[in-house]
């Protein structure tokens, strides 16, 4: 291969700012921008049917074009290698793919050779730690002066080095407040030896309203401050001079923002002279210019000394061409189109009696992002906003944005929520600090009243948007507006997650999962089976449809929970959205609502006026629509018109019978214990692993681990109050890997131990492992370490999870595997001769399945210690049904027992219902320190139940109860058959 880098050097205004006005007719470019788009004809199934994604979300992330991959497949990832070399030429191609997409954002934003431009990481928020690091050694006391509208990722850097930070506020117009900045300024500048930054957001992520760039950079210049931007909203649309009139010190910003730019780096362009550090921020690979044993010597180019490790070439190529298509475009055209999405949305939806629209309605100097509340006339409050945007989900299939938008200070303050009311908020959304995580499980942040988190619903479109797109998402928000009352008693409210979903969707069906794609001899094979969608839907019959639905009366068989008995006196206070029994009321009175948002002033706007814009776009989709309707449909017969608006679809207001309980959800496990499900005929994949005869010595060598005497006494209690274990008992251990199971077989390791030394029983002890066979979990090493400790043990492979896909109808992959796992474990102990299984249940599983039996189905039961199987085959023991959960981590954590990551991503839904009971006992267990005592107590009359049979068990647990409460339970605490 010849090669000829360099030798062909392109235009230079091909990777230049651009003209500004664009370098391609307007309405081609953008149409094919529209037709380019990955992602536009896909489709989604809601609880109402199949509708067609519009995405409204792109202020959060853009979405990917065709081209742009199809160049990064064909030319950059054939011959991509690791950069900073040229020795090959896959490394040097690398390496000027990398130097190019530098100069093609260095050329765009106008930086100079004073300024570096790096690569960061993930988003803006990486940028702007970067730059934030770049103050800690500061040798002056470093002052941060920065707006209201300020996005997280601008305001928490900068909280972190220091704690002088002013907030400086806004105009009626909802710009910065130019007057107040400079007092502000001119305040500080009194103090001596003080570094003054000013870090300013250059578009509002909630409200869309555009910052005066060189006006508050000119102020901050005034008084020798730093001026620092925060581009990450509007750097795909707008204009970024680095050295205009007065030079900016630094702006940031998120390449996955811009069209074409899915998943790119974040970006710090910024003086080189503020990257001083002797250090870099990062040290590392490609940081370094020499690295001996007892020094180190760093690069002294910044944009080098700065980039620590393999940069992300590929993102950083396609943010490149993310910024030509941006120039090619030109900024002056997105900005004249921007301005008229903007005005078209505002004057559509302020004329609206029920939506609120956050921030100053002004649009000039206005990206159009809109953000909004929906008002309950009758009670003043809102509707929740994750309700909204479900709505929008499901009857329309457009994506926005629920939340606070990660700008937190300033949604509150467009709220009117005081610095009081914030505390009060927070207050109640902290979970109790206290509650230990890692008992339950907690892999991310929880509230019991996540609920209450006010926030709004934020659409964002893109300059490239059609009118007739454009028209139909306002029509859909003004539907959602005129009707949520009529679809709101059909959604249950989730109060942990502030959630709502569907009562006939409460879980994600048609989710797609990467365990599902398997490579063969054949390729990369996708065996889920997802629905799949071709119909073609007009904007026009999702309104209908929706229209249709709403006039559908609801099933009156049909009741949903919406949470309201967790208001109390503590917190009625704060509620703020209506809830579904409320609307349901008839004669509905208004309630006080905590907040009110804030109202702007009329800003007097030049140019065509808002009414004028909304007539011409409506007319133009008019026009259009008549124009594409064929000349027989036109002049008479429409089939449009005749056709059912609902597609033959039966309307999902009709109740029809759930799954299971009415709910929907994968069902609870029933209350028989199953052993006798057919096992799978695939015996040949099998390990089995035999103890060797061992001299004293060896056995001594052997690393079991020793148990504490209070969890031992409390195994031994469970064993013989119940008579578990009898003479020459062939016990197995059934050994999943988790932190139960591995403590189990010490433990009966201990006790058997102490049985030969004592010469009390005399049983045999084995383990066996179930391999169901996901992806997610892999068991294998216990065959080693079963091994090592030298003990009868056998790895069972059944390919469950490939049987439960293949299933015509498997409603809970979980209880499918559950239940096979169970009659693999039957067969497997009765070949091996076993006669007892011994499962790792411990006190906390037994109170979480007692609570949800009791709660879900209104029946006195839970995990029974032991009892005989159905075919009288196997007794199934429960030997730590007396010891804690976290005794048992605490047991597993010391000894550095091998305990195997389960992650299995084969059920449709978290298991919610364990989970909340986990959450419910903690709190009470912070309020009652002996909870467990009396639970473990309560519950003996219901874990001595030995029937397999759940006729049996109610009779057997009554008749427990009666025998416990006289004082006299049987002799061996088991109840007879």
Request: aromatic residues 8%.
């Amino acid at each position: 291969m010849s090669r000829r880098f360099g030798e062909e050097v392109p235009n230079f205004a091909d990777v230049s700012q651009g003209t500004g006005a664009g370098t391609v007719a307007d309405g081609d470019l953008l149409k094919w921008i529209r037709e380019d788009e990955i992602g536009r004809k896909s489709t989604i199934k809601t609880p109402f049917g199949w509708a067609p994604v519009t995405y409204c979300d792109y202020t959060a992330s853009a979405r990917a074009l065709d081209s742009i991959e199809g160049y990064l497949k064909d030319e950059v990832l054939p011959i991509y290698g690791n950069t900073h070399s040229s020795a090959t030429t896959t490394a040097e191609q690398s390496t000027l793919f990398l130097h190019e997409a530098r100069d093609v954002i260095r050329n765009s934003v106008n930086a100079s050779e004073h300024d570096a431009v790096l690569f960061c990481g993930s988003g803006s928020t990486a940028a702007s730690n970067v730059l934030a690091n770049a103050f800690v050694d500061s040798p002056q006391e470093v002052a941060i002066v920065c707006g209201i509208h300020e996005h997280h990722s601008n305001l928490l850097p900068w909280r972190r080095i220091t704690n002088n930070v002013t907030v400086v506020g806004e105009t009626d117009a909802g710009d910065i407040d130019l007057v107040e900045l400079e007092e502000t300024l001119r305040t500080l500048r009194k103090t001596e030896n003080l570094r003054i930054v000013g870090c300013f957001t250059a578009a509002s992520n909630v409200t869309g309203v555009l910052a005066d760039v060189p006006a508050v950079t000119a102020v901050l210049k005034k008084f020798d401050a730093l001026a620092v931007w925060d581009y990450a909203t509007a750097a795909p649309y707008v204009e970024i001079n680095m050295n205009g009139t007065h030079a900016l010190d630094a702006v940031f910003f998120s390449g996955h923002k811009f069209i074409g730019g899915v998943q790119s780096p974040g970006v710090l362009v910024v003086k080189k002279s503020i990257l001083n550090a002797a250090r870099p921020n990062r040290v590392g690979g490609g940081t370094v210019f020499f690295v001996s044993p007892e020094q180190e010597v760093f690069l002294k180019e910044a944009e080098y000394r700065e980039e620590a490790g393999t940069p992300d070439l590929v993102g950083a190529v396609r943010l490149a061409l993310a910024f030509k298509l941006k120039n090619s475009v030109g900024h002056e055209q997105i900005a004249r189109r921007e301005s008229e999405i903007a005005d078209y949305l505002i004057g559509r939806l302020a004329k609206n009696k029920n939506i609120v629209l956050l921030g100053s309605r002004r649009t000039s100097r206005r990206l159009p992002v809109i953000s909004f509340l929906i008002r309950d006339a009758p009670s003043g409050l809102f509707y929740h906003h994750n309700l909204v945007g479900i709505l929008l989900n499901d009857l329309f299939g457009i994506q926005s944005r629920s939340g606070c938008a990660c700008a937190g200070p300033y949604a509150q303050h467009l709220l009117g929520i005081d610095a009081e009311l914030t505390k009060r908020y927070l207050a109640v959304l902290l979970e109790d600090p206290r509650l230990d995580r890692v008992h339950l499980r907690r892999q991310g942040e929880y509230s019991a009243y996540e609920f209450f988190r006010p926030g709004f619903t934020r659409v964002s479109v893109p300059y490239f948007v059609d009118d007739r797109q454009l028209v139909f998402v306002a029509d859909a928000i003004e539907f959602i507006a005129e009707h949520i009352s009529q679809f709101m008693p059909q959604y249950q409210l989730n109060v942990e997650s502030g959630e709502y979903h569907h009562y006939k969707q409460r879980v994600f069906h048609n989710r797609k999962w990467i365990g599902h794609l398997q490579f063969t001899a054949k390729g990369l094979v996708d065996e889920s089976r997802n629905e799949q969608n071709d119909t073609v839907f007009s904007y026009d019959q999702l309104l209908s449809k929706a229209a249709a639905l709403a006039e559908q009366p609801l099933d009156p068989k049909v009741s949903v929970p919406d949470g309201t008995t967790l208001f109390d006196e503590t917190n009625i206070e704060l509620k703020w959205f209506v809830m579904a029994s409320e609307v349901m009321q008839k004669d509905r009175k208004p309630q006080p609502c905590p907040f009110e948002p804030k109202k702007y002033s009329e800003v007097a706007e030049e140019g065509e006026g808002l009414e004028a814009i909304v007539e011409r776009i409506e007319a133009s989709v008019k026009v259009e629509d008549e124009e594409e309707l064929p000349e027989e449909e036109a002049s008479g017969d429409q089939k449009v018109v005749e056709e059912c608006p609902l597609n033959g679809e039966e309307c999902p207001l009709i109740s029809e019978a759930c799954d299971v309980n009415g709910t929907g959800d994968c069902p609870l496990e029933p209350n028989d214990e199953n052993e006798t499900e057919p096992p799978l005929d695939d015996w040949n994949r099998r390990v089995v692993v035999e103890a060797r005869e061992l001299s004293k010595e060896e056995e001594k060598a052997l690393k079991w681990c020793q148990p504490t005497m209070d969890m031992f006494r409390k195994v031994r209690e469970a064993i013989q109050a119940m008579d578990m274990i009898q003479e020459g008992d062939r016990i197995l251990v059934c050994l999943s890997g988790g932190k139960d199971s591995l403590s189990l077989l010490h433990l009966m390791k201990f006790y058997q131990q102490r049985c030969r030394k004592y010469r009390k029983v005399n049983f045999h002890l084995g383990a066996i492992t179930v391999d169901p066979g996901s992806a997610a979990y892999n068991p294998r090493p216990l065959i080693e370490y079963c091994r090592s400790l030298n003990i009868d043990y056998f790895y069972e492979e059944q390919d469950i999870i490939g049987q439960a896909r293949r299933a015509k109808e498997c409603r809970s992959i979980c209880g499918f595997c559950s239940r096979m796992k169970r009659g693999r474990l039957a067969a497997a102990a009765q070949l091996h001769g076993y006669n007892v299984l011994a499962l790792g249940q411990h006190l906390d599983d037994l109170a979480e399945s007692f609570l949800i039996t009791a709660f879900q189905n209104g029946i006195l039961s839970t995990m029974k210690a032991q009892y005989t199987t159905k075919d009288k085959k196997l007794r199934v023991i429960r030997p730590l049904v007396y010891v804690r959960e976290k005794e048992l981590r605490d047991f597993a954590e010391q000894n550095n027992l091998p305990v195997i990551p389960e992650n299995c991503p084969a059920c449709f839904s978290s298991p919610t219902e364990r989970y909340r009971m986990k959450q419910l006992l903690a709190s009470q267990e912070l309020l009652f320190p002996k909870l467990f005592n009396s639970l473990k107590s309560a519950l003996k009359p219901l874990l001595e139940v030995c029937s397999p049979f759940s006729s049996e068990m109610r009779s057997m647990a009554v008749q427990n109860i009666v025998q416990h409460q006289s004082g006299k339970p049987e002799e061996n605490g088991v109840a007879e058959e």
